[in-house]
């Protein structure tokens, strides 16, 4: 089966960057979509499709995805932005979603 | 408003059968797929199927195949899972959630609350 892996923990000083990666086989070739999730809340879509922002997700969240990597880019990262990230691609081979391992983003 | 609303929290025993369910309003429910993913305490999330209404195709992903049940009423626009003899290790949370797009899998751009489920002796 299609695995994503994510790195655990991502730490940054408010107002860097913050990149998180998320590696699968050629995951270039796939559509690649990202969620955020805060502590006892459901989970937020912030990019989908590679790069796109849904209505209401500040130009701050962007993505890239190319190779065997996508990453989820947080510019100038606030205190409010420190919570657990998933991607997400749907497997084609296998007619099935599947969700990166998540990274929690802690804002120093 | 297009939103999810989920069925509240349960407390079951081992063994217990259990259905909860998904409310879909302000959208076609009918054109729509319909996931379900689990989230364990302190763990990631976990796609464990996918349902459309339409017709009730329903797909699920090898670690759940056989361990839940997917289903739909398109009459009142409600989605549902349900176990048939609970363990203690279905003890989660359970999300459905909608993709952007009509009839195709894509992001999830609509979550509902969330149920959680208990199952302790």
């Known amino acids: 089966s299609y695995v994503l892996t994510q790195p655990p923990s991502v730490s940054v000083a408010p107002g860097q960057t913050a990149r998180i990666t998320c590696g699968g086989n050629?995951?270039?070739?796939?559509?690649v979509h990202w969620y955020q999730q805060k502590p006892g809340q459901a989970p937020v879509l912030v990019v989908y499709?590679?790069?796109d922002r849904p209505s209401g997700i500040p130009e701050r969240f962007s993505g890239s995805n190319s190779g065997n990597t996508a990453t989820l880019t947080i510019s100038r990262v606030e205190a409010g932005d420190e919570a657990d990230y998933y991607c997400?691609?749907?497997?084609?081979?296998?007619?099935?979603?599947?969700f990166g391992t998540g990274t929690k983003v802690t804002v120093l | 408003e297009v939103q999810l609303v989920q069925s509240g929290a349960e407390v079951k025993k081992p063994g217990e059968s259990l259905k909860i369910s998904c409310k879909g309003s302000?959208?076609?429910?009918?054109?729509?797929?319909i996931g379900w993913v689990r989230q364990m305490p302190g763990k990631g999330l976990e796609w464990m199927g996918i349902?459309?209404?339409?017709?009730?195709?329903?797909r699920y992903s090898p670690s759940f195949q056989g361990q839940v049940t997917i289903s739909a009423d398109k009459s009142i626009n409600t989605a549902y899972l349900q176990w048939s003899s609970l363990k203690a290790s279905d003890t989660a949370m359970y999300y459905c959630?909608?993709?952007?797009?009509?009839?195709?899998?894509?992001?999830?751009?609509?979550w509902g609350q969330g149920t959680m489920v208990t199952v302790s002796s």
């Open positions: 959630a909608r993709p952007k797009d009509s009839s195709s899998w894509g992001a999830f751009d609509i």
């Open positions: 302000g959208y076609s429910f009918t054109n729509y797929w």
């Open positions: 349902i459309y209404p339409g017709d009730s195709d329903t």
């Open positions: 050629n995951i270039g070739s796939k559509s």
């Open positions: 499709d590679d790069g």
């Open positions: 997400q691609v749907w497997d084609s081979s296998s007619d099935h979603y599947v």
